[in-house]
């Protein structure tokens, strides 16, 4: 039995809770300063009012000011901030967190440096961190709600210690929590960044079909060509930034997962019936739409790489397209003849 303490009270860093009790780990959750809510009616019933589901008995809750009351004693830190937090993980955290304590993070995205190249968020902490830390994450597909209702997932734990990871993945994996581990940061961290943005591509033909036929009427012959194409693109993107193709399995996964549901879909959903990206947001004014800065940060970096003559246009028309459909207030207009290739055995 160790000691694991979630610093940020968000939905998927408090649904890991559920796995840490099933193997009868102690577990301690921190909020954010903008979990004081959470945090409080989570003392108060052990209900957590975002995830909307008990959370398993016997945790212990904590304020941000009681933070490194929390940590001390701790075998596990996951970090349960979203993109929009990695800042003030790097900062107000890390420091209190002695190297011996490994960090596994649930944060998915990356940091674009502005010259072609993006970081993953352990590589981004490890820049800005004087001292040696274990800095590893978690990607694959899971949704909160499915993982606190104990549904079979299958996620890789990444890091750059293979002994580290296999200790993580005994002290949390159980008979529905499957975890794989990989030594390839850069390959399962920038495949489940780059869902967001394919997520929103796939579900503009959710909106096209709707706008066509009536809401609630699906298609889904183009959506699984956008599928095809996402795929395709993400393969590329994973090769470009250093990792291993191979692991377009946790991107693909976690793309078909956030297709049918979440943020992005409906974003995505909004622009393919007409709406033009700021008509979208106002829309879902209130809602934190992470795909959209993470899709900004993915074609900045490829079009830059494009401007230096370093990769090619054509490879990427759909990622493109939702760029423009972002940046530029383009309207929706799906490039399909630019998927279509020729090969010859």
Sequence with gaps: MSVITIIGAGMMGSALSFPSADNKHDIRIVGTPLDKDIIEQAKLTGYHITLKRYLP?????????????????????????????????????????????????????????????????????????????????????????????????????????????????KMLETDYYHISISEDIRGVESAVALKNIYALAVTLAVGISEKKDGKGVIHYNSQAALFGQSVREMMKLIKILGGNEENIVFGAGDLYVTVFGGRTRKIGTLLGAGLDIDEALDTLKGVTLESVVIASRAASAVRELIRRNKIDKKDFPLLLHVDDIITNKAMVDIPWEKFEIEKEL
């Design 57 to 169: 008995k016997g945790i212990e809750f904590y304020n941000t000011d009681e933070m490194e009351e929390a940590i001390k004693g701790s075998d596990l830190i996951i970090g349960g901030v979203s993109s929009f937090g990695v800042d003030w993980f790097l900062k107000e955290v890390l420091p209190k967190i002695p190297n011996h304590i490994p960090v596994l993070s649930v944060t998915k995205g990356m940091i674009d440096l502005g010259d072609g190249n993006m970081l993953t968020y352990p590589e981004y902490y490890e820049k800005h961190t004087n001292s040696y830390k274990s800095l590893n994450a978690i990607g694959g597909a899971c949704t909160s709600y499915e993982l606190a209702d104990r549904d079979n997932t299958h996620v890789c734990f990444c890091g750059s210690d293979i002994n580290i990871l296999r200790k993580l993945k």
